[in-house]
């Protein structure tokens, strides 16, 4: 029986518990409030700090002054070149090969306990890695050489390439991991009644497995993503830091930690952000173009 | 039905993977992949053990000394300390603050439920840079940086949505009657709590510290944009040590890296004993297969 | 009836093993045009598996299967033209009720006027003409399994494999659409084979029944034959046969057997089903067929091929009740009666010595 104040209105508990809010609820603040304290006041606070430039000149000075600048500007395009070539490649490699792996298959497991290695090595070790295997007298040149396809060692580290390869040995397995745990939930049943009803391999991946299969790559593409346009470590161990494979990291990291513009870095963090959140709506938006229907599966 | 299971491929037979010409391309891509991954970090290992190695397969000689070396002039005890104490600070603060929250989530609705869902999917949409640099801003303001306070503090950021989300469908599967039902065995909240759900969480709290723990070990932005001289994990004082390259040989630096790979491997294999490797990633919403 | 499109299916000596257990052993069938075959057996005997190596979606690992004589046992699923219906429906969870139904013909590249007509046809045959807009996930589990019904159906497939269709729905629904995959069997004529754990669904449906038991068919015939005449103890179980009282042969004529019961005081007249060699046997009985007398009423009732017994449990059931009692020696018996009897009771249970088979135990 719910009890009245004399005002007779419903206590607020009561108003509560009927929306399903109750004791066991508040359970969760204290982890809101870390995420609270420790992602959102901080954001928020670099976002304020963004608009206080440390010379003045109005709030939006830090914008301009990055957007005038060429050398800083260039950052969002040298990201960018790095980053949605290596996800979009992650990815397109991983869909079938996640495709051929959805079932239980022999070596299964033993593969994918080597595809975490690198994802959980993580970029500082792989580009170290790198800077001895991909360097002039590695393995990787070695090979080549020995082989007979080069001449003379290529040079594989300090560019574009070496920052490349590291975003591909960590990313790659992200984004197979991630699309072969989704595509292992989907039922098998649903490809093998397309095969009952006539339907040949191209025609069940392209019409059942593939939209199924959607949402995980549509994660797995966002994720890869974010972690390659995140690219530091590598950027500047096994890359050229100042010139082709100067990320908007590097630069946000020189503003805080070279010139101590905590402004500016806000800035650029911000920049890096929104730039980052408009590709992820993008990619995000073509897949509700491409794909419409119902995404939930099986038996509803 | 047991038996319609062992007529389909979930059950009993594990087919062995049959190669069309384009079944052949994926697997040597694979094969490549892999060849190379498996390669890049023998040859870490190799160089960590040699006395020179220049454009031969194989290095000229063997030697410990860079470990020795890499101890003495990189602090390693030092760092390993610190590298402990952070993980284990992180591991505990975020299944203490991170379980209480997935139970919630598994269990209950209640309005903004998605929106509380969307906080703590945020920080993993977010690469750490973007949040570190403004986080570590704020945590100097409160001269909480520079400290393994501040070290500390910075790796919950990644590490508490990632122990909800790896929990959430954990404690989903458990069976919401086996609550019900010690409740009506006359058990209290507290004694349903710690006799009873507690015990079935215990796989999925280890795994998901595991997991947090490897996260952490190699969680190279955050720690770096927040600790003081004194305070560097391994995988940061790594960086700085390739940064000093040029003085310091190249065997060392990867003595240390061989240094780092073993304390990342640890826990890793003992949390695939636990998990499967595709869960270890992020644990993908999918829908219960029949 | 409409012609069926196929003269006569032939599966033999089919085997599957995975790894070193055979879920199927030997297996033959012939199956003619039109007919509805029930694979009957408990979880495990093997029957998803044969209906599973029919479709193609599991290879032979021994065994033939001849449709009109032309081998297909090699074949891809897609290329054997068959239709499937799953025991959890299988739908695609993206692709509206229409579009679903409309999956077979657009890969058989069907011209896009009879698609229509075709899906229109078949939604409306399994009556969810309005629900074509809809995605599987709005509907309950009874319409979506009529979806799954419509997509094998429009096909036309020279041959339809059911696979526990009924087992995820609740009791009335199953009722209702056993009665409605009966009326489309009627009108279609389309070849069944219909796979499940549920004799009254075999029974009901089938044309004939093929009990598996271990990878091995057991017994072959119409659903009355297998329901009178069971081949042996395991079908006899299987058949509702609930009373299997373990046995000792006393004597035997003729067709007819003497038994003696667990306690060996008590004897029994039946019907001799063993080979002659097997030591230990069970009587099988139903429990309709007992009859029961109250003792102290009728101390004499039944005549001979009686058991005296006290009742231990009784359940209401309508019209009568079900008892169970126990006699001499820790026998059960469960039997059907409309006596008003009570726990405590003594009976004297008749078992009518036509209605009694023995069996080997194994058998």
Same mark, same amino acid.
């Given at each position: 029986m719910l009890s009245r104040t004399p005002a007779g209105r419903w206590r607020l508990t009561e108003r509560l518990a009927a929306l399903g809010v109750d004791r066991v609820v508040l359970l969760a603040l204290p982890a809101a409030a870390v995420i609270g304290l420790l992602f959102i006041y901080p954001f928020l606070y670099g976002l304020g700090l963004s608009f206080?430039?440390?010379? !003045? !000149? !109005?709030?939006l000075a830090n914008y301009l002054g990055f957007f005038n600048d060429g050398y800083e500007r260039s950052t969002i395009s040298k990201t960018l070149r790095l980053a949605l070539p290596a996800a979009l490649l992650n990815v397109a490699v991983s869909v079938p090969i996640a495709h051929k792996l959805r079932q239980p298959v022999r070596g299964k497991r033993l593969l994918t306990t080597v595809l975490i290695l690198p994802v959980t090595l993580g970029t500082v070790l792989v580009a170290q890695g790198l800077i001895r295997y991909f360097g002039p007298a590695g393995w990787f040149n070695q090979a080549l050489v020995a082989l007979g396809l080069v001449d003379a060692p290529l040079?594989?580290?300090?560019n574009y390439i070496g920052v490349f390869a590291s975003l591909i040995i960590t990313g790659f397995p992200l984004s197979m991991l991630l699309i072969l745990g989704h595509a292992s939930g989907i039922d098998p049943d649903v490809e093998r009644a397309a095969a009952t009803l006539g339907a040949g391999p191209t025609r069940r991946f392209w019409t059942v497995s593939f939209p199924l299969m959607l949402p995980g790559i549509t994660i797995a593409l966002v994720l890869a993503f974010v972690a390659a346009f995140a690219v530091f470590p590598s950027a500047v161990m096994v890359g050229n830091p100042s010139g082709s494979t100067r990320v908007i990291s590097i630069a946000a990291y020189q503003a805080a &930690?070279?010139? &101590?513009?905590y402004s500016m870095a806000s800035t650029i963090a911000m920049i890096m952000a929104a730039v980052e959140l408009a590709v992820i709506g993008v990619v995000l938006g073509a897949r509700s173009r491409l794909y419409r229907g119902a995404t939930s599966g099986g038996k509803g | 039905m047991a038996d319609a299971l062992a007529g389909r491929p979930a059950g009993v037979p594990r087919p062995r993977l049959t190669f069309s010409p384009s079944g052949w391309l994926l697997a040597a891509v694979m094969a490549f992949f892999v060849v190379n991954v498996v390669a890049l970090v023998v040859s870490v290992l190799f160089n960590s053990f040699a006395s020179s190695w220049f454009a031969t397969p194989i290095p000229s000689g063997w030697t410990t000394r860079w470990y020795r070396f890499a101890a003495t002039t990189f602090q390693l005890s030092d760092v390993l300390v610190v590298t402990a104490q952070v993980g284990a600070a992180v591991v505990a603060i975020s299944l203490v603050v991170g379980a209480p929250a997935a139970y919630v989530l598994a269990r209950r609705t209640f309005p903004f439920k998605r929106a509380l869902l969307l906080l703590f999917l945020l920080p993993m949409l977010v690469p750490p840079i973007t949040y570190g640099i403004p986080l570590a801003t704020a945590l100097y303001k409160f001269n909480l940086a520079g400290s393994l306070r501040g070290v500390i503090l910075a790796n919950l950021v990644p590490a508490l949505p990632f122990v909800i989300l790896v929990l959430t469908p954990f404690i989903e599967q458990i069976d919401e009657n086996v609550e019900r039902a010690a409740r009506m065995c006359g058990a209290s909240t507290w004694r349903v709590f710690s006799r009873v759900l507690a015990p079935l969480c215990i796989p999925g709290l280890l795994a998901a510290g595991l997991m947090v723990l490897v996260r952490v070990l190699a969680m190279f932005e955050l720690t770096f944009l927040t600790a003081g001289p004194g305070d560097q994990t391994l995988v940061v004082a790594l960086y700085y040590s390739v940064f000093a390259a040029g003085i310091r040989p190249a065997q060392a630096i990867d003595a240390m890296a061989v240094v780092y790979m073993l304390t990342t491997f640890v826990p890793l294999l003992i949390a695939l004993r636990f998990v499967n490797p595709t869960q270890m990633v992020v644990r993908l919403k999918r829908e219960a297969a029949a | 009836m409409p012609t069926p499109k196929v003269e006569r299916l032939r599966i033999e000596g089919v085997t599957k093993a995975f790894g070193s257990r055979l879920a199927l052993e030997g297996f033959d069938l012939e199956v003619a045009g039109g007919e509805f075959v029930a694979l009957l057996g408990p979880s495990g005997c093997g029957k998803s598996t044969m209906l599973n190596c029919l479709a193609g979606l599991l290879p032979l690992s021994a065994g033939t299967i001849t449709l009109d004589g032309e081998r297909i046992d090699g074949l891809p699923p897609e290329q054997r033209g068959f239709g499937m219906v799953f025991q959890n429906y $299988? *739908?695609?969870?993206? *692709? %509206?009720v229409r579009r679903n139904v409309a999956f077979g013909l657009h890969a058989a590249k069907v011209a896009k006027r009879e698609i229509s007509d075709r899906v229109d046809s078949a939604l409306a045959q399994v009556r969810l003409a309005d629900y $074509?807009? +809809?995605?599987? %996930? +709005? *509907? %309950?589990g009874g319409q979506q399994q009529r979806v799954a019904m419509a997509r094998a159906i429009v096909l036309e497939p020279a041959l339809i494999l059911m696979d526990e269709p009924l087992s995820n729905l609740d009791a009335q629904l199953r009722t209702e659409l056993r009665t409605e995959l009966r009326r489309l069997h009627q009108e279609l004529g389309l070849t069944t084979i219909y796979v499940t754990h549920d004799q009254s669904e075999a029974l009901s449906l089938a044309d004939r029944i093929v009990i598996l038991r271990q990878g091995r068919s057991v017994q072959v015939g119409t659903p009355q034959t297998v329901y009178t005449e069971p081949a042996g103890a395991f079908v006899a179980a299987f058949m509702g046969y609930r009373n299997l009282l373990p046995a000792q042969m006393k004597e035997t004529r003729g067709g007819d057997a003497t038994v003696l019961l667990a306690d060996g005081q008590q004897s029994l007249r039946g019907r001799d089903r063993t080979?002659? $060699? $097997?030591e230990a046997l069970v009587a099988a009985v139903r429990p309709e067929d007992l009859t029961l007398h109250e003792a102290a009423a009728a101390p004499d009732a039944g005549g001979d091929n009686v058991i005296p017994a006290t009742v231990a449990v009784v359940e209401y059931q309508g019209n009568e009740v079900a008892v169970s009692a126990e006699a001499a020696g820790g026998l059960w018996l469960h039997a059907r009666t409309t006596l008003r009897v009570r726990p405590g009771d003594q009976v004297r249970v008749h078992v009518p010595p036509a209605r009694v088979l023995i069996f080997a135990e194994d058998s």
């Amino acid at each position: 029986m719910l009890s009245r104040t004399p005002a007779g209105r419903w206590r607020l508990t009561e108003r509560l518990a009927a929306l399903g809010v109750d004791r066991v609820v508040l359970l969760a603040l204290p982890a809101a409030a870390v995420i609270g304290l420790l992602f959102i006041y901080p954001f928020l606070y670099g976002l304020g700090l963004s608009f206080q430039p440390r010379q !003045g !000149g !109005g709030i939006l000075a830090n914008y301009l002054g990055f957007f005038n600048d060429g050398y800083e500007r260039s950052t969002i395009s040298k990201t960018l070149r790095l980053a949605l070539p290596a996800a979009l490649l992650n990815v397109a490699v991983s869909v079938p090969i996640a495709h051929k792996l959805r079932q239980p298959v022999r070596g299964k497991r033993l593969l994918t306990t080597v595809l975490i290695l690198p994802v959980t090595l993580g970029t500082v070790l792989v580009a170290q890695g790198l800077i001895r295997y991909f360097g002039p007298a590695g393995w990787f040149n070695q090979a080549l050489v020995a082989l007979g396809l080069v001449d003379a060692p290529l040079s594989l580290t300090n560019n574009y390439i070496g920052v490349f390869a590291s975003l591909i040995i960590t990313g790659f397995p992200l984004s197979m991991l991630l699309i072969l745990g989704h595509a292992s939930g989907i039922d098998p049943d649903v490809e093998r009644a397309a095969a009952t009803l006539g339907a040949g391999p191209t025609r069940r991946f392209w019409t059942v497995s593939f939209p199924l299969m959607l949402p995980g790559i549509t994660i797995a593409l966002v994720l890869a993503f974010v972690a390659a346009f995140a690219v530091f470590p590598s950027a500047v161990m096994v890359g050229n830091p100042s010139g082709s494979t100067r990320v908007i990291s590097i630069a946000a990291y020189q503003a805080a &930690f070279e010139r &101590f513009d905590y402004s500016m870095a806000s800035t650029i963090a911000m920049i890096m952000a929104a730039v980052e959140l408009a590709v992820i709506g993008v990619v995000l938006g073509a897949r509700s173009r491409l794909y419409r229907g119902a995404t939930s599966g099986g038996k509803g | 039905m047991a038996d319609a299971l062992a007529g389909r491929p979930a059950g009993v037979p594990r087919p062995r993977l049959t190669f069309s010409p384009s079944g052949w391309l994926l697997a040597a891509v694979m094969a490549f992949f892999v060849v190379n991954v498996v390669a890049l970090v023998v040859s870490v290992l190799f160089n960590s053990f040699a006395s020179s190695w220049f454009a031969t397969p194989i290095p000229s000689g063997w030697t410990t000394r860079w470990y020795r070396f890499a101890a003495t002039t990189f602090q390693l005890s030092d760092v390993l300390v610190v590298t402990a104490q952070v993980g284990a600070a992180v591991v505990a603060i975020s299944l203490v603050v991170g379980a209480p929250a997935a139970y919630v989530l598994a269990r209950r609705t209640f309005p903004f439920k998605r929106a509380l869902l969307l906080l703590f999917l945020l920080p993993m949409l977010v690469p750490p840079i973007t949040y570190g640099i403004p986080l570590a801003t704020a945590l100097y303001k409160f001269n909480l940086a520079g400290s393994l306070r501040g070290v500390i503090l910075a790796n919950l950021v990644p590490a508490l949505p990632f122990v909800i989300l790896v929990l959430t469908p954990f404690i989903e599967q458990i069976d919401e009657n086996v609550e019900r039902a010690a409740r009506m065995c006359g058990a209290s909240t507290w004694r349903v709590f710690s006799r009873v759900l507690a015990p079935l969480c215990i796989p999925g709290l280890l795994a998901a510290g595991l997991m947090v723990l490897v996260r952490v070990l190699a969680m190279f932005e955050l720690t770096f944009l927040t600790a003081g001289p004194g305070d560097q994990t391994l995988v940061v004082a790594l960086y700085y040590s390739v940064f000093a390259a040029g003085i310091r040989p190249a065997q060392a630096i990867d003595a240390m890296a061989v240094v780092y790979m073993l304390t990342t491997f640890v826990p890793l294999l003992i949390a695939l004993r636990f998990v499967n490797p595709t869960q270890m990633v992020v644990r993908l919403k999918r829908e219960a297969a029949a | 009836m409409p012609t069926p499109k196929v003269e006569r299916l032939r599966i033999e000596g089919v085997t599957k093993a995975f790894g070193s257990r055979l879920a199927l052993e030997g297996f033959d069938l012939e199956v003619a045009g039109g007919e509805f075959v029930a694979l009957l057996g408990p979880s495990g005997c093997g029957k998803s598996t044969m209906l599973n190596c029919l479709a193609g979606l599991l290879p032979l690992s021994a065994g033939t299967i001849t449709l009109d004589g032309e081998r297909i046992d090699g074949l891809p699923p897609e290329q054997r033209g068959f239709g499937m219906v799953f025991q959890n429906y $299988a *739908l695609f969870p993206h *692709l %509206s009720v229409r579009r679903n139904v409309a999956f077979g013909l657009h890969a058989a590249k069907v011209a896009k006027r009879e698609i229509s007509d075709r899906v229109d046809s078949a939604l409306a045959q399994v009556r969810l003409a309005d629900y $074509a807009g +809809q995605y599987p %996930s +709005q *509907l %309950s589990g009874g319409q979506q399994q009529r979806v799954a019904m419509a997509r094998a159906i429009v096909l036309e497939p020279a041959l339809i494999l059911m696979d526990e269709p009924l087992s995820n729905l609740d009791a009335q629904l199953r009722t209702e659409l056993r009665t409605e995959l009966r009326r489309l069997h009627q009108e279609l004529g389309l070849t069944t084979i219909y796979v499940t754990h549920d004799q009254s669904e075999a029974l009901s449906l089938a044309d004939r029944i093929v009990i598996l038991r271990q990878g091995r068919s057991v017994q072959v015939g119409t659903p009355q034959t297998v329901y009178t005449e069971p081949a042996g103890a395991f079908v006899a179980a299987f058949m509702g046969y609930r009373n299997l009282l373990p046995a000792q042969m006393k004597e035997t004529r003729g067709g007819d057997a003497t038994v003696l019961l667990a306690d060996g005081q008590q004897s029994l007249r039946g019907r001799d089903r063993t080979d002659g $060699a $097997a030591e230990a046997l069970v009587a099988a009985v139903r429990p309709e067929d007992l009859t029961l007398h109250e003792a102290a009423a009728a101390p004499d009732a039944g005549g001979d091929n009686v058991i005296p017994a006290t009742v231990a449990v009784v359940e209401y059931q309508g019209n009568e009740v079900a008892v169970s009692a126990e006699a001499a020696g820790g026998l059960w018996l469960h039997a059907r009666t409309t006596l008003r009897v009570r726990p405590g009771d003594q009976v004297r249970v008749h078992v009518p010595p036509a209605r009694v088979l023995i069996f080997a135990e194994d058998s």
